[in-house]
């Protein structure tokens, strides 16, 4: 199986930061974010790893290369100077990622995340995707999604909603109604999959931080300093 990291976003709330480094290169805990996330990956059995890659991408291929110095394989999917989105970066990737409609995990670069990527399951054919979910943080209490016998739902009571931890396991038909070249956000495909009951999702272990804000970032190097 492969593995997609995230990491092409401008980053405009981590501004100034991101003036002159992308978000997934800012540090924590004395490395880059995401190379946080290639460690685990890595220990976790993936060593085939999808980047893609925008704004100010080239310091990220100076950095990791083609993935051998950190023991992994790494391919890069260039978004050049546009934004697709996330769906829409996803889909310019599938000519990496895709297998015969084979699942992929995809992990967006600008989280922290404490985890092992343990217990991948296996999707059974009309499921679409199984995202992991996260308890509320204080800047998303509302949430995102129910969670009902591992099947995810739109509606519910609110007080029993999860974030979305933007880590997912996909299959390429989900992003079967994207174009190349355009912008398309997740949260619309997967709320259709949902519609139809071919999504499926379980709570994320460990600690999750969205590294989204000068802020966070500060608060998360001070706590694993600690």
Known sequence: MKAMI???????????????????????????????HIERLKKAGFSELVINISWLGNKIIEFLGDGSAF????????????????????????SLLDDNNAPFLVVNGDT??????????????????????????????????????????????????????GVGLYRASLFSSCNTGQPVRLAPLLRQAIDEQAVTGSLLSGHWVDVGTPQRLSALNKELEG
Do not use: C
């Open 6 to 36: 995230l990491a092409a976003g401008r980053g405009e709330r981590m501004r100034p930061l991101t003036n002159t480094l992308p978000k997934p290169m800012l540090i924590v805990a004395g490395k880059p974010l995401i190379l946080h």
């Open 112 to 165: 922290y995340i404490d985890t092992n990527f343990d217990g991948i399951p296996e999707l059974p054919s009309h499921i679409q995707a199984h995202i992991w979910l996260v308890k509320n943080p204080n800047h998303n209490l509302s949430g995102d999604f129910n969670l009902t016998r591992g099947l995810v739902k739109n509606d519910g009571d609110i007080s029993t909603r999860y974030t979305f931890s």
């Open 71 to 94: 023991g992994v394989s790494i391919q890069y999917s260039n978004e050049n100077d546009k934004a697709l989105e996330t769906a829409g970066g996803i889909y310019q990737a599938l």
